[in-house]
């Protein structure tokens, strides 16, 4: 059975402050995907990563594939009241499904 | 924009009753999906449809079915709402199966 652990599961910083998500796996995954889903809202796509080591960034958030493509992280930069969220990483299956991890909750506080 | 809509955001239940939760995507997308979302426990697949009258089951599809009679449109039934059903309900489409998935805004379903 392909897992995803999260870490921290919960978060809450200070505005400013910078802070490190992590998804870990025993397994391999051909992608990676990361999401952030508001209260009462549906989570939306933040980013998908490929290719073992692959950094993408998306304005303050930085995003790496580990280069087993076992594990991912999510790293925001100086992090503001907008970014509070449930933030979700997700595995694609060996049968095309998605595999979701418990989700870290982060509050960032002004 | 991708759409998904679905019927209600909430909705209070009885033990017993049958409950049908709708979603609605607006494009064209093959493949729609049922989770469920449980503090601590994540989202967790129920069932997804490839194509019209097509369903396979998830992780989790014990005491529910689904329904895919237009393209557009995939309903989860309850047929039996047990208290342990209580849940946030989410629904996602993607036109490949391998495509990014668009979500609706979730039904938080109480049963009672």
């Known amino acids: 059975t392909q897992l995803l652990e999260q870490s921290p599961q919960f978060l809450s910083i200070q505005e400013g402050e910078n802070l490190t998500v992590y998804c870990n796996s025993s397994?391999?995954?051909?992608?990676l995907q990361w999401y952030r889903q508001e209260p009462g809202e549906g989570p939306v796509l933040l980013v998908t990563v490929v290719t073992g080591g692959e950094v993408k960034k998306l304005k303050r958030l930085t995003f790496q594939f580990g280069d087993a493509r076992k594990d991912s992280s999510l790293h925001i930069t100086a992090a503001q009241p907008g970014d509070t969220g449930l933030y979700l990483c997700?595995?694609?299956?060996?049968?095309?499904?998605?595999?979701f991890g418990k989700g870290t909750k982060l509050s960032v506080k002004p | 924009d991708v759409k998904v809509t679905q019927s209600s955001r909430y909705l209070v239940k009885r033990t017993g009753e049958k409950v049908f939760l709708e979603c609605v995507q607006d494009m064209d997308h093959e493949n729609m999906f049922w989770y469920r979302q449980d503090p601590g426990l994540g989202l967790r697949l129920i069932y997804f449809s490839y194509d019209v009258k097509m369903k396979e089951k998830g992780d989790i599809p014990e005491g529910y079915s689904v329904s895919r009679e237009k393209k557009e449109r995939f309903s989860l039934i309850l047929e039996s709402a047990s208290t342990n059903q209580t849940s946030m309900y989410l629904c996602?489409?993607?036109?490949?199966?391998?495509?990014?998935?668009?979500f609706g805004p979730g039904t938080r379903l109480t049963v009672l």
């Open positions: 996602a489409s993607t036109r490949l199966m391998l495509d990014t998935q668009y």
């Open positions: 997700a595995g694609r299956g060996s049968q095309g499904n998605l595999i």
């Open positions: 397994s391999v995954f051909s992608s």
